[in-house]
C-alpha cells in the first residue's frame, strides 16, 4: 500500500474539539527513589473571554516506560473523554474545554502501561478510512496492490470529507466536504459533472492548498507546463471519538521533475455539538534550495463553494472581520472570512480563519463573488492596486520552513459576527495551561 503503516500508530482517543494549543513539552519530575512517572496535574486558566467548545492541546513528555495509554480526569467533574496520540516520545492529549471567563480549572492527566481500547466501527466519533484502488501487480502473489485512492472523514458515521493524494490529479485536495445539514458545501466539478453546474476555473479542486508562481513554477493552475504536488508518505492516521487526524508528506515538482520544495500538511477533523470543524495546517520546507513565492494573486489555500451559495450562481454572501460584505470583500486583511448561502434549501456557510502566527497576519482574502474562497498573504501587488514590483513575494533561504495555520467553521444559517468574533478570539488567545 502507499500508506507507510510502519509510521502510524494508532492510539487511544476520546475528546477533541475546536481549538487546539499547545502547552509545551513538558518533562516528568522524577522523584528521590526516581520512580515511574504516571501522572501530571494539568491547570487551565481562562483568557479575556469565555471559552465554549474549545479543543485544547497538552503535550507532555513520554516516560522511559512507554506508555501505551492516557486518561484525563477533571477534579470537579470525573472523566473527561480525550483524544491521546502516543509517539516519537510525546503524549498529546486533546479535548473540549468549557470555561466562563477568568475561570480555571484542574485537570489529572494519567499514563498507563495498558493498551488503549479501540473506536467500536460504528461507534460515535470520527473515523479515518482507506479507500483504495488496485494498482500494480504483486508479483509474489498475481494480485494487485492496494493503492490509496482517498482517505475518508466520517462523524458518527457521516461523511464530512475524502482527502485524495495526487493519484491522478496534479495536487492533493478534499472532497467533497459535507456541511451541517448534511450536503456538500463545495463545487464538484471538476472531479465530476453535476447537470446545470459551473464548469470555469477547473484548478478549484473543492479544498485545496497550491500557489500560482513558486520559484516561477505554477502550482496553482494545471497545465503540461505547471508544477505537482506529489504525495509521498501518510506519516500520522488516527481515529477517535472526538478527532480524526491526517499527517501527509508531499513533494512540489517542476514539469522537468525538479522538486522545488516539500511540505508536510495536517488535517484535523473534529466531532463538536454544533457544526462542523477542520483544521489545516501546512509547513513548506525548502528542502532543494532557496524557496521564492511570487506576488501572484492565484493562490493559496483555497475553497470553491458550491454554485447556490455564491453571490453569481446563487444567493450567497461575503462578510470578514471588518465589515466589509460580498464583492467589497475581494483583495482586503482580515482575520476570518465567512461565506454563506443556501444549499438544498437551508442556508448555510463556512468561515476561515487565520491563525495569527501566519504570514501577514491578518491575511488578504481573494474571495470572489462566483464562489472562489481563498486566504493568500502573497498577492499584495494585485490586491492594493501596485502598478509594479513585488510587494508580497517571500523567499525562504534553503533548510527554511514556512508554516501557515487555517482554521474552517461549517455553520448552519447565515454568518453571526458575533459568533464568529467569538471563535476567533478563542483561536487566537488560548488560555493559559500549566503542566506539573
Known amino acids: 500500500m502507499r500508506r507507510n503503516l510502519g509510521g502510524i500508530v494508532l492510539a487511544a482517543l476520546c475528546l477533541i474539539a475546536p481549538y487546539a494549543i499547545q502547552a509545551g513539552l513538558a518533562k516528568p519530575k522524577s522523584g528521590a527513589a526516581e520512580k515511574p512517572k504516571y501522572g501530571y496535574a494539568v491547570t487551565v486558566k481562562a483568557a479575556d473571554g469565555a471559552c465554549t467548545g474549545l479543543p485544547l492541546t497538552v503535550k507532555v513528555t513520554a ?8 486518561s484525563l480526569r477533571d477534579e470537579n467533574v470525573g472523566p473527561v473523554p480525550c483524544t491521546v496520540d ?9 479535548w473540549i474545554l468549557d470555561l466562563p471567563k477568568g475561570g480555571s480549572r484542574r485537570y489529572d492527566l494519567t499514563l498507563s502501561p495498558k493498551a488503549p481500547s479501540h473506536l467500536p466501527n460504528n461507534g460515535p ?4 478510512k482507506e479507500l483504495c484502488k488496485p494498482g500494480p501487480i504483486d508479483p509474489r ?4 496492490f492496494g493503492l490509496t485512492d482517498a482517505v475518508e472523514f466520517t462523524i458518527d458515521g457521516k461523511l464530512l470529507t475524502r482527502y485524495h493524494p495526487d493519484r491522478d490529479e496534479p495536487k492533493p485536495y478534499c472532497w467533497p466536504l459535507i456541511g451541517p445539514t448534511g450536503e456538500p458545501i463545495t463545487r464538484a466539478y471538476p472531479m465530476a459533472k453535476v447537470q446545470a453546474e459551473s464548469t470555469d476555473h477547473p484548478h478549484h479542486r473543492s479544498l485545496w492548498f497550491a500557489h500560482g508562481d513558486v520559484n516561477g513554477v505554477d502550482f496553482w493552475g494545471e497545465s503540461d507546463k505547471a508544477g505537482r504536488i506529489v504525495h509521498r508518505e501518510f506519516e500520522v492516521w488516527i481515529s477517535g471519538p472526538v478527532m480524526g487526524k491526517l499527517r501527509t508528506k508531499n513533494d512540489w515538482m517542476a514539469s522537468d521533475g525538479t522538486r522545488v520544495c516539500e511540505d508536510v500538511r495536517e488535517i484535523r477533523a473534529y466531532r463538536v455539538p454544533r457544526g462542523r470543524l477542520l483544521d489545516y495546517e501546512i ?9 521564492k513565492f511570487g506576488d501572484t494573486k492565484e493562490g493559496t489555500f483555497g475553497l470553491r463553494l458550491a454554485d447556490s451559495m455564491s453571490i453569481t450562481h446563487g444567493e450567497g454572501h461575503i462578510l470578514n ?5 460580498d464583492r467589497d470583500a475581494w483583495g482586503k486583511r482580515a482575520e476570518w472570512c465567512d461565506y454563506s448561502g443556501p444549499v438544498a434549501d437551508k442556508v448555510v456557510g463556512v468561515a476561515i480563519f487565520d491563525h495569527p502566527d501566519n504570514l501577514r497576519h491578518p491575511t488578504y482574502w481573494h474571495v470572489r463573488d ?19 514590483g513585488e510587494p508580497g513575494a517571500y523567499t525562504l533561504a534553503k533548510g527554511q ?5 487555517y482554521r474552517l467553521y461549517l455553520h448552519e444559517g447565515p454568518a453571526d459576527v458575533g459568533e464568529l468574533t467569538a471563535l476567533y478570539d478563542q483561536y487566537a488567545h488560548p488560555p493559559q495551561v500549566t503542566v506539573r
Do not use: C, H, M
Open 125 to 128: 466519533g470520527v473515523r479515518l
Open 63 to 70: 516516560p522511559a516506560w512507554g506508555p501505551r495509554s492516557a
Open 283 to 291: 509547513s513548506i520546507k525548502a528542502s532543494d534550495g532557496p524557496v
Open 141 to 144: 502473489t498475481n494480485v494487485p
Open 370 to 388: 462566483y464562489g472562489l474562497f481563498a486566504a493568500n498573504p502573497f498577492g499584495v501587488r494585485d490586491f492594493t492596486g501596485q502598478p509594479e
Open 401 to 405: 520552513a514556512l508554516t501557515f495555520r
Open 86 to 94: 502516543i509517539r516519537r516520545g510525546a503524549v498529546e492529549v486533546t
Open 321 to 325: 472581520s471588518e465589515g466589509e460584505r
